[in-house]
């Protein structure tokens, strides 16, 4: 019995449904033992949500305290494996800063706050009691207005 030739005259052999679906390869990206997310890897340009942060209040935040807090930081973000590596000194130096009163700068300090949270993942909940502590500190029952 002759084979089925299709147009172009090569041999043509019929595929199941199943055998078509196996022959579909699909990859999958792990990072820290999770699937990334398309929205979540072309928000991080450095690599590091609080390293894109940082620049982009460096140029918004011209205050004297978020000035030094990023002349402070800034040999230890370069990027994320530089941020985990000192993650103990950066949430400390955060934390000073944080709790510096009548300061301009505590605008971009809770947002870094929140990326560092977003890089570190699960490491965060380490220091997560200090910086909780840090921040009733900020808003202190005594600062609200009625």
């Known amino acids: 019995m002759a084979a089925k030739t299709g147009i ?10 199943q055998e078509q679906l196996s022959k579909i390869e699909i990859k ?3 990072q820290d033992g999770s699937l990334n997310r398309f929205a979540e890897n072309a928000e991080a340009k450095s690599g590091s949500h609080f390293v894109d942060a940082r620049q982009q209040w460096r140029e918004t935040n011209l205050s004297q305290d978020y000035s030094d807090f990023c002349r402070d930081v800034y040999s230890l973000t370069g990027d994320h494996t530089l941020l985990v ?10 934390i000073r800063y ?3 009163h009548d300061s301009l700068a505590h605008e971009p300090l809770l ?5 560092l949270a977003r ?5 965060f909940y380490n220091h997560f009691p200090a910086v909780v502590r840090a921040l009733f500190e900020v808003v202190s029952p005594s600062d609200k207005q009625s």
């Open 111 to 115: 947002d870094l706050t929140i990326q």
């Open 98 to 100: 944080l709790t510096k």
């Open 8 to 17: 172009d005259g090569k041999p043509h052999r019929f595929l199941t449904f």
């Open 85 to 94: 590596l000192n993650q103990k000194a950066v949430i400390d130096i955060l």
């Open 119 to 123: 890089d570190l993942r699960s490491d």
């Open 28 to 30: 999958f990206s792990r």
